[in-house]
């Protein structure tokens, strides 16, 4: 499967908007309901423990601040299906990735909507805004 192909794809079906930067980037945007949009990266690079390329989702929830709760957020990531949190930038993100050459398009659709749509989720609660 060519991944960004099949993300052009899928965004297009569900409404959503897709901007390639070259063959490992990608800005997707994910409508996730109620007039509701969350900016997801997609990208593809080689992981730092096997060196295989992986298909990486990101979206940003906020600035990471002392007033967020570390320990609460990290207890958050045992209900997530593909997805975790990390803090990277500056900023709380949910990220999912998985090996590029075996991922599933059922997965790679189920990776989206659970990174867009806990991002977003995750932003009303701990900022009652929608930035990203």
């Given amino acids: 499967m060519n991944l960004f192909t099949f993300i052009k794809q899928y965004v297009d079906d569900i409404g959503g908007q897709f ?53 609460e957020i990290l207890e958050e990531n045992a209900m997530f299906d593909y997805s975790k949190f990390m803090i990277e930038d500056g900023y709380l993100k949910v990220e999912a990735s998985c090996p590029a050459a075996t991922v599933t398009e059922e997965q790679v659709k189920e990776m989206l909507q659970e990174v867009a749509t806990m991002s977003d989720k995750f932003e009303m609660e701990l900022t009652g805004q929608d930035v990203f």
Avoid: M, W
């Fill in 19 to 71: 901007t390639d930067y070259d063959h490992t980037k990608a800005v997707v945007v994910i409508p996730i309901g109620k007039n509701r949009f969350q900016t997801v990266l997609a990208t593809v690079k080689p992981s730092q423990i096997s060196g295989k390329d992986l298909a990486i989702f990101t979206s940003k929830v906020c600035e990471f601040t002392s007033t967020i709760n570390a320990r």
